[in-house]
């Protein structure tokens, strides 16, 4: 998308953030927030623009999550709305999604790891705390071990911008109650900002950590089902959280689109070689989960025009946002397996 568009985005029509995106043009991809960790915790509603801020966070749970946040042991933290289904009176769920790293510190995994707790109340901030250095294992009669395959994190938070809640919602709602009818193992939470409501309606898909936005009903069943061209979502897609920077969130993206849902269980390793600003050249090594095929795809990334979209929605000023293009994209396949290989994350 070129500059040149700019006029086709008349504001006083739109101040809803994620329409302006969307009639613009605006490219979800490469918006995704990396993270090695995500951690969530059930927060009672009401909920403040800041959810750490709501009246029923729990006192004293955002030092604990401030400390994690500061070790590394958590990249990213939200509010989980309490389900009727989900939830225990008198307790508080904690999900912690982590990727799993080799003894040289590289993640080495193609998806994340599960852990579940289900806290008392007073048994929260403790635990929170513990998370960073501390003895966990105290809390081990607390742990969930149910065998859940899925979480999706829907973001609902209107208190933070308006479109999540009106239409993040809807989608929420429908996977909610129809999805988890059809599909076992399948979670669906409202959870607190994620980033990019300009995206909205925006998820994050778990254990995959996968980021999606403008989201349309006919395109959940895909998504849900992992089913049918991968390309037919492409437009949907952010970002995996996997992976550092947008360059090669978009590079993975055109990959993803090529390879189809197998690509899910590759685990990958990105770098980026060369990159200023408007240029980038990422290469991303890729094994099969049973080590049938490895190799590396080539690809650059290069600055292409850009839009004018809203950051948020309200009487915030349009924001000049630059879009990119992927090109000569190319697959290095190795000739033969090698299992020493399968240590790239």
Same mark, same amino acid.
């Given at each position: 998308?070129?500059?040149? +568009?700019?006029?086709?985005?008349?504001?006083?029509?739109?101040?809803?953030?994620?329409?302006?995106?969307?009639? *613009?043009?605006?490219?979800?991809?490469?918006?995704?927030?990396?993270?090695?960790?995500?951690?969530?915790?059930?927060?009672?509603?009401?909920?403040?623009?800041?959810?750490?801020?709501?009246?029923?966070?729990?006192?004293?749970?955002?030092?604990?999550?401030?400390?994690?946040?500061?070790?590394?042991?958590?990249?990213?933290?939200?509010?989980?709305?309490?389900?009727?289904?989900?939830?225990?009176?008198? +307790?508080?769920?904690?999900?912690?999604?982590?990727?799993?790293?080799?003894?040289?510190?590289?993640?080495?995994?193609?998806?994340?790891? @599960?852990?579940?707790?289900?806290?008392?109340?007073?048994?929260?901030?403790?635990?929170?705390?513990?998370?960073?250095?501390?003895?966990?294992?105290?809390?081990?009669?607390? @742990?969930?071990?149910?065998?859940?395959?899925?979480?999706?994190?829907?973001?609902?938070?209107?208190?933070?911008?308006?479109?999540?809640?009106?239409?993040?919602?809807?989608?929420?709602?429908?996977?909610?109650?129809?999805?988890?009818?059809?599909?076992?193992?399948?979670?669906?939470?409202?959870?607190?900002?994620?980033?990019?409501?300009?995206? *909205?309606?925006?998820?994050?898909?778990?254990?995959?950590?996968?980021?999606?936005?403008?989201?349309?009903?006919?395109?959940?069943?895909?998504?849900?089902?992992?089913?049918?061209?991968?390309?037919?979502?492409?437009?949907?897609?952010?970002?995996?959280?996997?992976?550092?920077?947008?360059?090669?969130?978009?590079?993975?993206?055109?990959?993803? *689109?090529?390879?189809?849902?197998?690509?899910?269980?590759?685990?990958?390793?990105?770098?980026?070689?060369?990159?200023?600003?408007?240029?980038?050249?990422?290469?991303?090594?890729?094994? *099969?989960?049973?080590?049938?095929?490895?190799?590396?795809?080539?690809?650059?990334?290069?600055?292409?025009?850009?839009?004018?979209?809203?950051?948020?929605?309200?009487?915030?000023?349009?924001?000049?946002?630059?879009?990119?293009?992927?090109?000569?994209?190319?697959?290095?396949?190795?000739?033969?397996? +090698?299992?020493? +290989?399968?240590?790239?994350?």
């Amino acid at each position: 998308m070129t500059s040149d +568009h700019h006029q086709e985005v008349p504001i006083s029509e739109y101040r809803r953030c994620s329409l302006v995106s969307q009639e *613009a043009g605006d490219d979800p991809g490469g918006s995704g927030t990396p993270f090695s960790a995500y951690l969530g915790v059930e927060v009672p509603p009401p909920w403040s623009e800041d959810v750490t801020e709501s009246r029923n966070f729990p006192e004293g749970l955002s030092e604990s999550v401030e400390k994690a946040f500061d070790t590394g042991v958590v990249g990213k933290f939200t509010g989980l709305m309490p389900d009727s289904e989900y939830s225990r009176k008198g +307790h508080k769920r904690a999900l912690l999604y982590q990727r799993s790293k080799n003894p040289g510190g590289v993640a080495n995994a193609a998806a994340y790891e @599960r852990h579940e707790w289900l806290l008392p109340d007073e048994q929260l901030v403790p635990f929170a705390h513990s998370l960073s250095g501390g003895d966990l294992s105290r809390f081990e009669r607390y @742990r969930e071990n149910a065998p859940i395959v899925r979480d999706i994190l829907v973001c609902t938070h209107g208190g933070r911008d308006a479109c999540c809640g009106k239409f993040g919602y809807p989608i929420y709602e429908t996977l909610r109650y129809k999805y988890t009818a059809e599909y076992s193992g399948l979670r669906v939470w409202r959870t607190s900002h994620i980033g990019g409501h300009r995206f *909205a309606p925006t998820l994050i898909d778990l254990p995959n950590g996968h980021y999606w936005g403008h989201l349309e009903p006919e395109s959940l069943e895909n998504l849900i089902s992992n089913n049918g061209p991968v390309s037919d979502l492409r437009r949907f897609y952010r970002g995996w959280a996997g992976l550092e920077s947008p360059f090669e969130q978009l590079v993975e993206r055109e990959i993803f *689109a090529k390879e189809g849902w197998e690509w899910i269980s590759y685990v990958k390793r990105s770098r980026v070689l060369k990159s200023s600003e408007d240029h980038a050249r990422v290469h991303i090594d890729y094994t *099969a989960p049973d080590g049938s095929a490895f190799g590396t795809y080539e690809a650059t990334v290069e600055a292409e025009g850009s839009v004018l979209t809203l950051g948020s929605c309200g009487t915030d000023p349009l924001q000049d946002v630059k879009h990119y293009r992927v090109t000569g994209l190319k697959n290095f396949p190795a000739k033969e397996a +090698h299992v020493h +290989h399968t240590d790239a994350g």
